[in-house]
């Protein structure tokens, strides 16, 4: 059983910065891919950026620049560093891992982040 847990989440203002965590505990796989999705009020779930075990990183057009996704696998840990954070970041940010050994797909329950004046 692997489980996710997300923490780092809070409320800044426009320009502001947070750092996410989501620690993986359980039998992992050691080639997976970890992610860190969003979704605002009203919206879709959607994938912010995401990292392989090797540390290949991909983000979404909206993020690049601003968020840096890291991760520690010796602590089978993720990070995100959200940076000039906008209103528009506003969301409950999701981890998930993906991992073919057995195919499975984990998301853990999600940090708000709040954006606001």
């Known amino acids: 059983q692997v489980q996710l847990v997300e923490s780092g989440g809070g409320s800044v203002q426009p320009g502001g910065s947070l750092r996410l965590s989501c620690a993986a505990s359980g039998s992992i796989f050691r080639i997976n891919v970890m992610s860190w999705y969003r979704q605002g009020p009203g919206k879709e779930r959607e994938l912010v950026a995401s990292?392989?075990?090797?540390?290949?990183?991909h983000y979404v057009d909206s993020v690049k620049g601003r968020f840096t996704i890291s991760r520690d696998n010796a602590k089978n840990t993720m990070y995100l560093r959200m940076n000039s954070l906008n209103p528009e970041d506003t969301a409950v940010y999701y981890c998930?891992?993906?991992?073919?050994?057995?195919?499975?797909?984990?998301w853990g329950q999600g940090t708000q982040v709040t954006v606001s004046s």
């Open positions: 998930n891992l993906v991992q073919q050994v057995p195919l499975t797909v984990h």
């Open positions: 990292i392989s075990s090797d540390g290949n990183p």
